[in-house]
């Protein structure tokens, strides 16, 4: 399976920020849509936020909402995911993904064709 690249994962303190990118280069010309999942220990991977590559359309998850913002450098074929307010709920190793739905930001594991190694991010004091 075709894998992305994540990097800037790292650990950082309550209150604080972090970016985290990703090499999508890869797929050429790229997917409809990209996003960004996380899996804590213990837990399933669960959906942080998405965005369609030609619209620019987000969608994230509530627990995220106001306090990530996820982009795409079009030219340079990255997206990143700006991640600020941190807590230490949002300690996972997180995953960039693409997929093929173009209609609507895609929320699903299951409608992500490619991902990525993953990049751990540590929320703690």
């Known amino acids: 399976q075709v894998q992305l690249v994540e990097f800037g994962g790292g650990l950082v303190q309550p209150g604080g920020s972090l970016m985290l990118s990703c090499d999508a280069s890869?797929?050429?010309?790229?997917?409809?849509?990209m996003g960004w999942f996380r899996q804590a220990p213990g837990k399933e991977r669960e959906f942080v936020a998405s965005?369609?590559?030609?619209?620019?359309?987000?969608g994230y998850a509530d627990s995220v909402k106001g306090r990530f913002i996820i982009s795409r450098d079009i030219a340079k074929m990255m997206v990143h995911l700006l991640m600020s307010a941190l807590r230490s709920e949002d300690t996972a190793v997180y995953y960039c993904a693409a997929s093929n739905v173009g209609w609507k930001p895609p929320s699903r594991a299951s409608e992500f064709d490619f991902w990525g190694q993953g990049t751990q991010v540590t929320v703690s004091s």
């Open positions: 965005i369609m590559w030609n619209s620019g359309a987000t």
């Open positions: 890869g797929r050429s010309f790229g997917s409809d849509s």
